[in-house]
Every structure is written in structure tokens, then in C-alpha cells.
């Protein structure tokens, strides 16, 4: 995908986004991560084409839809949106939604609470590869077979989490994909180069199929009780996956018996 094609996708994903409410041009530019330039261009041309109307405080109102929809099977975005949302009020931080797009990882959701003391670069929208082996790409990763894995990444382009960066072999690799637990919760406690920590637990199908990656983001402070902090994310994340796929798998039991 180019560039320019990645930077106009990310910027409908937040316009549309923001149908109700609208959206200032300086906001846009902090939750895209864009140009400011580059923003100002793109947002003037669909402003002429009638893609965009500016109200008197200047926040800019789209004329249109736009939404990656996910071809999984029992699949309801409303759902995930009320999750990271719930997610977010219980724990005071943000929730996203991931889902895997060959090798890279593409935001659909990201929920963030008007308290939490990190804002999170990572917006809808937002695309990055899977090597750096952090928690969210290790465990999107021990949802695919080895030979996917050998066929579509390049294996040597793997790395560590954090300042660091350092090469991970893809053997190294591997054995750390292999140790992931599928239906648990995956978390790195020192947080990456931005300063976020993240956990995250994978969301499946109504058939089992992997749909996506539910998180908690939160800024990378010391913490007093790790432990008790753990179990408390652990256990609003596999409530919310129990309760998505739950969900899911009834809504998709009655349109069967209805059929």
C-alpha cells in the first residue's frame, strides 16, 4: 500500500468517525499523527468536492460513511465499540480493537478515557507491521500457522519491544510465538518506545475464527501491586471476550433457527 493511499484512508477513517459531533483540523492532525500541511491539503479537497462541510466553530462535518467492515462470521463493530467503551470506564485507560491485515495491524477502535495521563498515537485508522514482538503482534501471531507466517513476513524483520529495538531471530521469534496462550491474556509490563503498556486478549468468530486483538493501552508508570494491577486488567478483558463471543455465537444460533 502507498503512502498517499494510507494517509487518505486514515484520514476517512476519523472523519467518518466523527459524523455527529465533526472534528477541528488540529484535532485531526493529533489523532492522525499527519502533516499539518499534508492534513490542510487533503481536507480542502473534499471540502470542494462536497465531502466535507465547515460549521462557524470551524469543525469540519462529513457528507459521507466510510467503515472497514470484517468479513467474520458473526461479527457486530457495535458490539466492540461497547466493549472498548466499557473497558475503558472500568479501568481508566484506552481500549482498542486490532485486527490483522496480512502482516500489518490496523486500529478499527481506539476508545481512550478523558482521565488517562497518555494519549495514544494509535487512532482509527492507524496501520503498523507485526515485528515489533510486542504483546499485541505475538499474540495476533500465535493465531496463524507457521507457514503463513514463513510465506507472507520476512522473518528476519522481527524486533524487540521498547528503546532497544534489537533483531530477534526468527527462531528466537517462533518460540515466543509458540509460548502465547490463544485464549488468555498477553501483556508487556515494560511498555514500548512511545511509553504505552499494553495487554490484550484475542476476540474470535462465531465459527472460532480469529477476528481481532481487544486491548487495554495504558502510560508505562511503575506500579505498587503488578500482581493485583494484572488480575484486574485479566479480568475485565476475558469478561468482555466472554462476553463478545457469547453474544455473537447466540445471535448467530437464532438467525439459524429462524432460517
Same mark, same amino acid.
Given at each position: ?7 487518505? *484512508?486514515?484520514? *476517512? ?18 489523532? +492522525? ?7 490542510? $491539503? ?9 465531502? *466535507? ?10 457528507? #459521507? ?31 482498542? #480493537? ?7 495491524? #490496523? @486500529? ?10 497518555? $494519549?495514544?498515537?494509535?487512532?482509527? %485508522? ?11 503482534? $505475538? ?6 500457522? +507457521? ?5 507472507? @513476513? ?15 531471530? @526468527?527462531?528466537?521469534? =517462533? +518460540? ?20 504505552? $503498556? ?11 475464527? #480469529?477476528?481481532?486483538? *481487544? +486491548? ?22 476475558? %469478561? ?5 463471543? =457469547?453474544? @455473537? ?11
Amino acid at each position: 500500500m502507498s503512502d498517499n493511499l494510507k494517509r487518505i *484512508l486514515m484520514l *476517512l477513517e476519523h472523519l467518518s468517525s466523527a459524523k455527529d459531533d465533526g472534528m477541528q483540523v488540529a484535532h485531526l492532525v493529533e489523532k +492522525t499523527g499527519l502533516a499539518a500541511s499534508t492534513v490542510y $491539503r487533503l481536507v480542502s479537497d473534499l471540502e470542494n468536492l462536497g465531502y *466535507l462541510r465547515k460549521v462557524d466553530d470551524r469543525r469540519l462535518i462529513p457528507n #459521507f460513511s466510510f467503515e472497514q467492515t470484517l468479513s467474520i462470521s458473526g461479527m457486530d463493530l457495535q458490539n466492540l465499540n461497547e466493549a472498548c467503551r466499557t473497558v475503558s470506564e472500568s479501568l481508566i485507560a484506552a481500549s482498542e #480493537f486490532i485486527s490483522l491485515r496480512g502482516p500489518n495491524l #490496523f @486500529w478499527h477502535i481506539s476508545e481512550e478515557h478523558v482521565q488517562q495521563p497518555i $494519549r495514544l498515537r494509535a487512532s482509527v %485508522g492507524f496501520i503498523r507491521g507485526s515485528y515489533e514482538l510486542d504483546c499485541i503482534s $505475538r499474540m495476533a501471531l500465535a493465531h496463524s500457522t +507457521t507457514v503463513n507466517v514463513e510465506g507472507v @513476513w520476512d522473518v528476519s524483520g522481527f524486533f524487540e519491544v521498547g528503546v532497544s529495538g534489537g533483531k530477534i531471530s @526468527w527462531n528466537t521469534a =517462533k +518460540t515466543r510465538i509458540a509460548s502465547v496462550k490463544p485464549e488468555g491474556m498477553e501483556f508487556d509490563l515494560m511498555g514500548n518506545a512511545k511509553g504505552v $503498556r499494553r495487554y490484550c486478549v484475542a476476540i474470535n468468530g462465531s465459527d472460532g475464527e #480469529f477476528a481481532g486483538l *481487544l +486491548t487495554v493501552a495504558e502510560a508505562a508508570t511503575p506500579l505498587r501491586d503488578v500482581d493485583g494491577h494484572v488480575a484486574k486488567i485479566s479480568t475485565v478483558l476475558l %469478561g468482555q471476550k466472554e462476553a463478545i463471543e =457469547k453474544g @455473537w455465537k447466540n445471535t448467530m444460533n437464532t438467525v439459524s433457527h429462524l432460517g
